[in-house]
């Protein structure tokens, strides 16, 4: 079965970056789309952006210029950076698999979530 | 950005009551919309995807329905393991978004 497991610091600095790793077991990387999710702390849920595996992105406007989102294929996974970041960026971050071509679709399955707290 | 609106934000329930949760979108999405419970400290778990179809393995006490811009939720005959936030996705346009989420809980 598929399955998603989120990685990386649980507490970033102010202005420093965010990079967060999601390895995927059960199924090949290159056959899906591929998302980050996050979840400000008793807020709602905000789509951060996709990629697939030729390197192909589409980034939240929200978060364009400050999001990358990367694969690895060899090691089965992808990557999310995010720069300058800010107490706003404290959340509970989730990875997830698209269900359709070019994310048009809901998420199934997700990784359990890692919480990033952005506090000096 | 296409705004998912739901509400009630909060709703309280017993044991075998009916529920709906509605949700609006603030233009045309034709039924590309989900449904996804989500328990305290978990992630989020699909239910409904394309608006009425149920994902495999959930329980048909769940339902969904609308089309357009009004949608709704229904858990018919509530059972413990359904207090839990709910929240709607459209997928008709980027930026993909969510509702700000529901919480069932108990009376």
């Known amino acids: 079965q598929v399955q998603l497991q989120e990685s990386g610091p649980g507490l970033v600095k102010p202005s420093e970056t965010l990079s967060l790793t999601c390895t995927v077991s059960?199924?090949?990387?290159?056959?899906?789309?591929w998302t980050w999710i996050r979840q400000p702390p008793g807020k709602g849920l905000e789509w951060i952006g996709y990629i697939f595996y030729s390197g192909s992105t589409n980034y939240n406007p929200s978060l364009k210029s400050r999001v990358a989102i990367s694969v690895d294929t060899s090691k089965n996974q992808f990557s999310l950076r995010l720069t300058s970041v800010t107490a706003a960026d404290t959340a509970v971050y989730y990875c997830?698999?698209?269900?359709?071509?070019?994310?048009?679709?809901?998420?199934?399955?997700w990784g359990q979530g890692t919480l990033v707290t952005v506090s000096s | 950005d296409i705004q998912m609106t739901q509400f009630p934000s909060t709703l309280s329930a017993s044991v075998g009551d009916s529920v709906t949760i509605t949700c609006r979108a603030s233009q045309s999405i034709s039924t590309w919309l989900a449904w996804y419970q989500q328990e305290p400290g978990k992630a989020p778990k699909v239910l409904i995807y394309k608006a009425s179809i149920l994902e495999s393995g959930v329980p048909s006490r769940f339902s969904g329905s609308g089309s357009g811009t009004e949608f709704t939720l229904t858990i018919s005959s509530l059972q413990p393991d359904d207090f839990a936030t709910y929240s709607c996705q459209q997928y008709n346009s980027y930026p993909l978004t969510f509702g700000g989420g529901t919480k069932v809980e108990i009376k």
């Open positions: 997830a698999r698209c269900n359709a071509l070019n994310c048009y679709s809901w998420f199934d399955p």
């Open positions: 059960g199924v090949s990387i290159t056959t899906y789309h």
